[in-house]
């Protein structure tokens, strides 16, 4: 079964360092999102990407984060000045048609700052 | 605004019971939801979805109801197994392709 891949797994960083989380999509999935949960809350959704720019953003996705799909198959979430409160799992999903009937998402990304 | 904490509803069973795990979504414009079950250091995997024309849907082991006129979704599960223990969370479409979750409950199966 086709699966979305997340790397690495767990990322330390300090405070203030950048981050980027990796994600490479299905294959033939042509739109792809950040989630991020915070521990012990809810999902909640960042970013939603397609055709090399993005759909729509929320309001968590401020001037700190961008994304970028760099070559065919990788995605990529990255985070300029990381603070505590980025700390979180983030949760990369990709899907073949513009709708959530069909997300797949990945096993998440667990970003801890210090 | 809503306030979520670090703690779940949580639903334990007896392994064989059916469980009944229940979501209140809030955008009465929404025309799909989901339900995802999340196992520790995972992500959201789907279970089943249904579209707002219909009020029931079933798979394997698993119903879901939805009832527009409250705007409640709810989740059955049949001869719940230790394997089901989970956090179940439901999902709304809530704009393009945009997943709204809601807070998710804690299922524990007990042998």
């Not at chain 1, 960083?13 to 950040?34: A, D, K």
Request: net charge negative.
């Amino acid at each position: 079964e086709p699966e979305v891949t997340q790397t690495p797994s767990h990322q330390v960083t300090q405070m203030g360092q950048e981050v980027i989380l990796r994600c490479v999509p299905i294959s033939n999935h042509l739109y792809f999102y950040w989630y991020r949960q915070i521990l012990g809350q809810k999902v909640e959704f960042l970013v939603s990407f397609y055709n090399n720019e993005i759909s729509e953003k929320s309001e968590i996705f401020d001037d700190q984060f961008s994304v970028e799909r760099p070559d065919g198959s990788n995605f990529t979430l990255k985070i300029r000045s990381t603070k505590l409160e980025d700390s979180a799992m983030y949760f990369c999903a990709s899907s073949e048609q513009q709708t959530s009937y069909g997300y797949t998402f990945g096993s998440g990304t667990r970003l801890t700052v210090v | 605004g809503e306030s979520v904490g670090l703690h779940l509803p949580t639903l334990s069973v007896q392994e064989g019971d059916n469980s009944i795990i229940n979501c209140a979504y809030s955008n009465s414009a929404s025309d799909y939801f989901i339900w995802y079950k999340q196992e520790s250091g995972k992500g959201p995997q789907f279970i089943i979805d249904i579209r707002s024309n219909m009020d029931k849907r079933q798979g394997q082991r698993v119903t879901v109801l939805l009832n527009k006129t409250v705007k409640h979704l709810s989740l059955q599960i049949a001869a719940t197994q230790p394997g089901d223990s989970a956090v179940y969370f439901c999902a709304e479409n809530s704009g393009y392709s945009t997943l709204t979750f809601g807070k998710g409950t804690m299922l524990l199966v007990s042998p």
